[in-house]
Antibody
Framework: VGLVASGGALVQPGGSLRLSCAAS????????MNWVRQAPGKGLECVSY????????YYADSVKGRFTMSRDNAENSLYLQMDSLRVEDTAIYYC???????????????WGQGTVVTVSS | EMVMTQSPATLSVSPGDRATLTCRAS??????LAWYQRRPGQAPSLLIY???TRATGIPARFSGSGSGTEYTLTISSLQSEDFAIYYC?????????FGQGTKVEMK
């Protein structure tokens, strides 16, 4: 199983970034996916969740209206469009796979290595 | 948002010792509770879900228990590779939330 996140960068407050996650080694279309972040010195925060088909999406209140999650099952790829970025969005962003068993929505069985987003002027 | 509180923040133990980590939820999570291990420089990895089910490949020295708002991760005999940070996480309702972590360090 491979999850390689990319797209992290240094961006000014108010700017935009698009994170990508390339999945390999498993049937991507059969798994719910997530973005989880960890800010410096802070805990782990679930940013967004997407169902296999993309029809159900959850967002953390802290990013609702600013971030948009999407997926391309044909390309085995996950995305996070991040707009109106704030200093507090500075974090490592992890692309994370859901376990995919019954009654385990929200259990994360594989994490990519993460991509660093820094929001600073 | 459900708050998960882990204790202790740091646990100093010797190899071969038993370690007991606690996680308390601000309201019942109905056993929708997972534990993750995080070694330095690595992303977290799944240890246990549904309170007590070990993930694939996890050795039997790791066990979980609990109900309602109180949960426990026990490592029966610590090995050198077990010194790490451990996080609990509830997935009972969104947003799924993590505890702040317990660092298990060598005494």
């Amino acid at each position: 199983v491979g999850l390689v996140a990319s797209g992290g960068a240094l961006v000014q407050p108010g700017g935009s970034l698009r994170l990508s996650c390339a999945a390999s080694g498993f049937t991507f279309s059969r798994y719910e996916m997530n973005w989880v972040r960890q800010a410096p010195g802070k805990g782990l925060e679930c940013v967004s969740y997407m169902s296999t088909s993309g029809t159900t999406i959850y967002y953390a209140d802290s990013v609702k209206g600013r971030f948009t999650m999407s997926r391309d099952n044909a390309e085995n790829s996950l995305y996070l469009q991040m707009d109106s970025l704030r200093v507090e969005d500075t974090a490592i962003y992890y692309c994370v796979r859901d376990l995919g068993e019954a009654a385990t929505l929200g259990v994360f069985d594989f994490w990519g290595q993460g991509t660093v987003v820094t929001v600073s002027s | 948002e459900m708050v998960m509180t882990q204790s202790p923040a740091t646990l100093s133990v010797s190899p071969g010792d038993r370690a007991t980590l606690t996680c308390r939820a601000s309201q019942s999570v109905s056993r929708y509770l997972a534990w993750y291990q995080r070694r330095p420089g690595q992303a977290p990895s799944l240890l246990i879900y549904s309170t007590s089910t070990r993930a694939t490949g996890i050795p039997a020295r790791f066990s979980g228990s609990g109900s309602g708002t109180e949960y426990t991760l026990t490592i029966s005999s610590l090995q050198s590779e077990d010194f790490a940070i451990y996080y609990c996480q509830q997935y009972y309702n969104w947003p799924w939330t993590f505890g702040q972590g317990t660092k298990v360090e060598m005494k």
